[in-house]
T-cell receptor
Framework: GAVVSQHPSRVICKSGTSVKIECRSL??????MFWYRQFPKKSLMLMAT?????????EQGVEKDKFLINHASLTLSTLTVTSAHPEDSSFYIC???????????FGQGTRLTVV | QKEVEQDPGPLSVPEGAIVSLNCTYS??????FMWYRQYSRKGPELLMY????GNKEDGRFTAQVDKSSKYISLFIRDSQPSDSATYLC??????????FGSGTRLSIRP
């Protein structure tokens, strides 16, 4: 299957700071990337969908000013958690797909801990 | 009612058994069906991707889609301890977002 690389895999940051997570499609061009949040033993919660060159579409209840998403190229999307708080601690996962109606491939996930 | 229903388990079977994982759904517009495997603290890994009804086989894995019953299945033959993971079904309608099941935790006993 196609490879999606997510970095970093783990990050610990202080309350009030910002953290950037990168998601790269290594062997295909991703017209669409998705960002998810996952709580322990729970399913994936879609946060936002980003299309290359366009503003991200956020799901209801997700603060767009807090979770900044940039999809500047066909192989890179970034999620920046701004002014992080302990309640933002979670497992964040990106996925990418090449075209509409095709399968999506996931990154390895990023475990964020805010202290 | 959720769009996609999946029994969370846990499901525990002995090594070598055939495992059957299932999801039901309510949206008749779903046409694309996927199964992902997720190990603890890792991102989901795509196992199977099928379009419309029918069967698809890949090694020890077989995916079945029955659109008339709105029911999909993943069968794992000759199950191994390394198959122990959470299995997520996912589906989407044309030009829409992917909807995930809640995941089934599977444990294969040696």
């Amino acid at each position: 299957g196609a490879v999606v690389s997510q970095h970093p895999s783990r990050v610990i940051c202080k309350s009030g700071t910002s953290v950037k997570i990168e998601c790269r499609s290594l062997d295909f061009q991703a017209t669409t990337m998705f960002w998810y949040r996952q709580f322990p033993k729970k399913s994936l919660m879609l946060m936002a969908t980003s299309n290359e060159g366009s503003k991200a579409t956020y799901e209801q209840g997700v603060e767009k000013d807090k979770f900044l998403i940039n999809h500047a190229s066909l192989t890179l999307s970034t999620l920046t958690v701004t002014s992080a708080h302990p309640e933002d601690s979670s497992f964040y996962i990106c996925s990418a797909r090449e075209r509409e109606n095709t399968e999506a491939f996931f990154g390895q996930g990023t475990r964020l801990t805010v202290v | 009612q959720k769009e996609v229903e999946q029994d969370p388990g846990p499901l525990s079977v002995p090594e070598g058994a055939i495992v059957s994982l299932n999801c039901t759904y309510s949206n008749s517009a779903f046409q694309y069906f996927m199964w992902y495997r997720q190990y603890s603290r890792k991102g989901p890994e795509l196992l199977m991707y099928t379009y419309s009804s029918g069967n698809k086989e890949d090694g020890r894995f077989t995916a079945q889609v029955d659109k008339s019953s709105k029911y999909i299945s993943l069968f794992i033959r000759d199950s191994q301890p390394s198959d122990s993971a959470t299995y997520l079904c996912a589906m989407m309608a044309r030009a829409s977002k992917i909807i995930f099941g809640s995941g089934t935790r599977l444990s294969i006993r040696p």
